[in-house]
């Protein structure tokens, strides 16, 4: 699916055109591709380019789920472009590249693709300032067939994985380009509107209306990035280290609210024992957002968004260790491809087996032994790859609970001492980068000294019960 520049070019035309074009001097500026190859999502991301930073400055209105304002993106061409893509799915009123106004065209087949042609061709290396304004109704916007952006009865979310960012700003979406967020949204002031990172500052510049400004100094992923607009508890505290700790409660939680608190204001506990496990912290913030608008978690950077169900029949805190756990795997080291999903969700799951070690309710070997004595040989449950699932198992049970075993197996093989080792240096080596498996597996045979081939075949690649659970009991 990917439309390669030059090739695509070519590929239009004929073979020997290709040929001619190769060692040309002055080659014309390219398209950017409407992708980047990634093998569950070909439109995912876009081809030419490289974000620095984001800076969106949006208005809300619950009662009408109008959003409307401008994002603003810095970016650098990565190669010479005649036009790009963003992934962007809401009605764009204009476009400027540089201070001139940019033609522009959104997809018609649904496939949420800008496409932006600058008045003038942009340069290798070049800087562009790329300013998208826009006013829409989220909720209405069909991208690949759904919206991910949900309505709430006050409010609303944007909150979703592999894809929320377009439908409310403009990006190149994919979780290989991190960058820098400024986030500032306006609402009504009886409403909040949550984000990543530090909130900077509130601002009222029109009665009944407060701007809320949010701002992230760390690389972060497009998915990651996420808005939360609605009635809610917000609590601003300060970690033990001196960080701001914003939580957020849903004003509709009900009987859940108790347990809700009792689990994500123990954010800072959780990741303070975390960080003796995987190195420092990465982020500058931290903080949780409990809401009755999704049913599942997620690992939003500094601030995860959690479904009120995680708290239905009491505290839990084993889901605020699995999202503090993907601050490390999934947010300061990210995915090169969605299929290498396991680097997030294989991790995070075994985030929660460290922190039931800890608290003393069941070892690591007690829950390894349990997931691989629980599913049968003949279970579906071990037909899914970790490694490679499929597009529509990417969040398959196998992916967290094989997954987990796998990096327990690692564990056992290599000796704790090494395993920590291999966690903490690959958190630096690939501090605010992508990554893809084989490169865990190549440091995980450097540190260890050990061949481990065979081992990661088995645990992620191979179909069917392995023949010896991680702690070498066989089934
Ligand atoms: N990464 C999330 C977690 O494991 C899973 C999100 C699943 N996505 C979804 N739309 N249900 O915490
Ligand atoms: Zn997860």
């Known amino acids: 699916m990917r439309l390669k520049t030059r090739a695509g070019f070519a590929g239009l035309t004929a073979g020997v055109v290709s040929v001619l074009l190769v060692g040309s001097a002055a080659a014309a500026p390219a398209p950017g591709s409407i992708g980047v190859g990634d ?50 799915g809401l009605k764009v ?93 306006e609402v009504p002031n009886d409403v909040a509107a949550l984000s990543n990172g530090t909130l900077v500052r509130k601002t009222v510049q029109r009665p009944g209306w407060t701007r809320w400004n949010w701002r992230s100094t760390k690389p972060q992923a497009t998915y990651l990035t996420s808005l939360e607009v609605g009635k809610f508890e917000v609590n ?14 849903g004003a509709d939680l009900g009987e859940s609210l108790g347990a809700a608190k009792a689990s994500i204001e123990r954010t800072p506990e959780i990741t303070e024992f ?11 913030a931290q903080g949780g957002v409990a809401t009755t608008g999704i049913t599942f978690a997620l690992e939003n950077q500094t601030r995860p968004v959690y479904g009120a169900r995680a708290f239905r029949s009491g505290s839990n805190t084993s889901v605020v260790a699995h999202e503090q756990a993907h601050q490390w795997f999934g947010d300061n080291v990210t995915l090169g491809k969605w299929s290498d999903i396991w680097l997030n969700e294989g991790f995070a799951s075994y985030g929660e087996f460290l922190w039931s070690e800890e608290t003393g309710e069941g070892t690591a070997d007690e829950l390894a032994q349990y997931i691989y004595d629980s599913a049968p040989a003949e279970d579906p449950f071990w ?10 198992n990417q969040f398959h049970a196998a992916v967290y609970d094989r997954g987990a075993l796998a990096v327990h197996a690692l564990r056992k093989a290599v ?53 010896v659970s991680p702690n070498g009991t066989p089934a």
């Open 39 to 88: 093998p569950y999502y070909p439109h995912a991301g876009n081809g030419g380019y490289d974000v620095g930073h984001y800076d969106l400055r949006l208005s809300y209105q619950p009662s009408t789920d109008l959003l409307s304002g401008a994002t603003t993106i810095l970016l650098t061409a990565t190669q010479d472009l005649s036009r790009f893509n963003l992934d962007f």
């Open 93 to 185: 009123t204009s476009v400027r590249v540089n201070n001139r106004p940019a033609q522009f065209a959104t997809s018609t087949d649904g496939t949420g693709e800008l496409t932006v042609t600058p008045s003038t061709p942009l340069k290798k290396g070049q800087t562009a300032t790329v300013v998208v304004a826009y006013a829409d109704t989220p909720s209405k916007v069909k991208i690949d067939g759904f919206t991910a952006w949900k309505k709430t009865p006050d409010g609303a979310l944007a909150v979703d994985e592999p894809q929320s960012a377009a439908w409310w700003f403009p990006s190149n979406d994919h979780p290989t380009d991190l960058a820098t967020y400024d986030i500032s949204v």
């Open 236 to 249: 601003e505290q300060t970690t033990p280290d001196g960080k701001p700790f914003i939580t957020a409660y």
């Open 274 to 284: 975390l960080a003796s496990k995987f190195g420092p912290y990465p982020f500058e």
């Open 383 to 392: 037909q899914v790859l970790p490694a490679d699932p499929g597009e529509a």
């Open 415 to 467: 000796g704790d001492d090494t395993f920590f080792r291999i966690l903490q240096t690959w958190q630096q080596v690939k501090k605010s980068k992508s990554a893809v498996i084989p490169e865990f597996i190549a440091l995980a045979e450097k540190i260890s000294g050990k061949p481990l081939y065979d081992l990661f075949q088995t645990w992620l690649y191979t179909k069917g019960k392995p023949a």
